[in-house]
T-cell receptor, first 113, second 111 residues
Framework: DAGITQSPRHKVTETGTPVTLRCHQT?????MYWYRQDPGHGLRLIHY???????DKGEVSDGYSVSRSKTEDFLLTLESATSSQTSVYFC????????????FGNGTRLTVT | AQSVTQLGSHVSVSEGALVLLRCNYS??????LFWYVQYPNQGLQLLLK??????LVKGINGFEAEFKKSETSFHLTKPSAHMSDAAEYFC?????????FGKGNQVVVIP
């Protein structure tokens, strides 16, 4: 299995508080992604990174920011959590943008009360 | 932009019966396509990968997928369902150098 660790695995937070989720990889892959998974919506891309300090928005980026200061770490921050951000968040990595499969972490279940 | 359609969010199949999950892509022939499987409380795992030129692709756990350009389809099949096949399955073609995931098929295997 690809070495991807997401932390925390579970988190409950209150509306309006900032939250940071961490993704750590040991594969030295260039590309890293944050997805959210919700019933009926499948997986939706939040942000992705194509190198250290190089990031771009996905399809549902509002209310989220990311940072990548090292190859191995990709942080997702909810600036002011809302109930609509209750979801399961997955980090994924890949060697290249094309033709390479994604390898996923085991997810973080976030509940915003 | 490429998109994907997976019909039938929930699919029930009897143990030992054929598993058929449909995936149709929307635009030009994609250079590659993936099927992923997600077991409960886990991340997605690669089931199989199609690259240009192949028609029948074999994956893990006895699954295979047939690419049909004329039907813009990449349906996933397994001849005989096993209880361990209960999971969610996602089709994913590329879109703008990223993957466009379908909404998934939740497969329930009936003993």
């Amino acid at each position: 299995d690809a070495g991807i660790t997401q932390s925390p695995r579970h988190k409950v937070t209150e509306t309006g508080t900032p939250v940071t989720l961490r993704c750590h990889q040991t594969e030295n892959h260039r590309y890293m992604y944050w997805y959210r998974q919700d019933p009926g919506h499948g997986l939706r891309l939040i942000h992705y990174s194509y190198g250290v300090k190089d990031t771009d928005k996905g399809e549902v980026s509002d209310g989220y920011s990311v940072s990548r200061s090292k190859t191995e770490d990709f942080l997702l921050t909810l600036e002011s959590a809302t109930s609509s951000q209750t979801s399961v968040y997955f980090c994924a990595i890949s060697e290249s943008a094309q033709n390479s499969p994604l390898h996923f972490g085991n997810g973080t279940r976030l509940t915003v009360t | 932009a490429q998109s994907v359609t997976q019909l039938g969010s929930h699919v029930s199949v009897s143990e030992g019966a054929l598993v058929l999950l449909r995936c149709n892509y929307s635009s030009s022939v994609p250079p590659y396509l993936f099927w992923y499987v997600q077991y409960p409380n886990q991340g997605l795992q690669l089931l199989l990968k199609y690259t240009t030129g192949a028609t029948l692709v074999k994956g893990i756990n006895g699954f295979e997928a047939e690419f049909k350009k004329s039907e813009t389809s990449f349906h996933l099949t397994k001849p005989s369902a096993h209880m361990s096949d209960a999971a969610e399955y996602f089709c994913a073609p590329p879109r703008r150098n990223r993957l466009a995931f379908g909404k998934g098929n939740q497969v329930v295997v009936i003993p």
